[in-house]
């Protein structure tokens, strides 16, 4: 298996734009985790799915968030408008069953700045 | 809910001394431990976990950890350190709440190896 695919690696944007990032979970997993990593606020969880349904999406920051899980094999965090406090890296992590005790496998991260 | 508290943001430490990078977690009736890994540009990936059963446990490129119940304590070890552990180093402990369990994450230790 590939891992946890991201793309893209790298996103540079201006204010008021819309970025889109997306997700690949492993196959097979059927939990889906988004996570905000910045200095200030260390690794931040923002949405968790389990079978393709948000189950928790309590650490979206504000309504310019959203995310989705169309099927099992991808998952898209979307901001619009854009702002600069939105620049972090962003990681997708899956695992199979919740977070208790097992495994979270993270994608390599989207590094994203918004100018 | 489960916390965790990494005690040092940075350590640095030569090469081929030994490192331990400490973390206390918030008591519990039961607990699972995570030690994660980020190198540069990297996702995280697990370095160790605890579950059950012994309280020393392995993981890999040479890293230990001990649960230890009555100092609720987690730290990671390793005798001798290289140049290739340099990297950002994370305990974490899932936390129910909700209905489910989320994985929390400490503020990170970054492990700086000097020559």
């Known amino acids: 298996d590939a891992g946890v695919i991201q793309s893209p690696r790298h996103e540079v944007t201006e204010m008021g734009q819309e970025v889109t990032l997306r997700c690949k979970p492993i196959?097979?997993?059927?939990?889906l985790f988004w996570y905000r990593q910045t200095m200030m606020r260390g690794l931040e969880l923002l949405i968790y799915f389990n079978n393709n349904v948000p189950i928790d999406d309590s650490g979206m920051p504000e309504d310019r968030f959203s995310a989705k899980m169309p099927n099992a094999s991808f998952s898209t965090l979307k901001i619009q408008p854009s702002e600069p406090r939105d620049s972090a890296v962003y990681f997708c992590?899956?695992?199979?069953?919740?977070?208790?005790?097992?495994?979270?496998?993270f994608g390599a991260g989207s590094r994203l700045t918004v100018l | 809910a489960q916390s965790v508290t990494q005690l040092d943001s940075q350590v640095p430490v030569f090469e081929e001394a030994p490192v331990e990078l400490r973390c206390n977690y918030s008591?519990?009736?039961?607990?699972?431990l995570f030690w994660y890994v980020q190198y540069p540009n990297q996702g995280l990936q697990l370095l160790l976990k605890y579950l059950s059963g012994s309280t020393l446990v392995k993981g890999i490129n040479g890293f230990e950890a001990e649960f230890n119940k009555s100092q609720t304590s987690f730290h990671l070890r390793k005798p001798s350190v290289h140049i290739s552990d340099t990297a950002e180093y994370f305990c974490?402990?899932?936390?129910?709440?909700?209905?489910?369990?989320?994985?929390?994450f400490g503020a990170g230790t970054r492990l700086a190896v000097h020559p």
């Open positions: 008591s519990s009736v039961s607990v699972y």
């Open positions: 992590a899956s695992s199979l069953g919740g977070a208790g005790g097992n495994v979270l496998t």
């Open positions: 196959s097979g997993h059927n939990s």
């Open positions: 974490a402990v899932p936390t129910f709440s909700g209905g489910y369990n989320k994985l929390i």
